[in-house]
């Protein structure tokens, strides 16, 4: 698999555990992929970067690999967690 929709990704990956929330936090701009401003149905490929806003906290994560489904232990290797920050407000 070379391409994965960022929604199914982000629930594949446990990031976000459902996959309507992840369309809602992309569709309010939330979430980045390489610096640009996502939507639900783009295309996430193994080597982009992430960022995901979770009310106070930014996270950044490099994707490794695309599955189409994992189990709880093996989805953190999808991914490699860059940076986590708090935002200020």
Do not use: W
């Not at 929604?7 to 992929?33: N, T, W, Y």
């Amino acid at each position: 698999m070379t391409e994965m929709r960022l929604d199914k990704f982000l629930k594949v990956s446990r990031l976000i555990k459902r996959r309507p929330v992840a369309k809602e936090m992309a569709d309010k701009g939330r979430i980045h992929i390489n610096d640009q401003q996502a939507k639900a149905s783009s295309s996430v490929k193994a080597g982009d970067e992430l960022t995901i806003r979770f009310g106070q906290k930014l996270v950044t994560v490099k994707v490794k690999e695309l599955k189409d489904s994992t189990k709880k232990e093996d989805a953190a290797a999808m991914y490699t967690l860059v940076n986590e920050e708090r935002l200020e407000q």
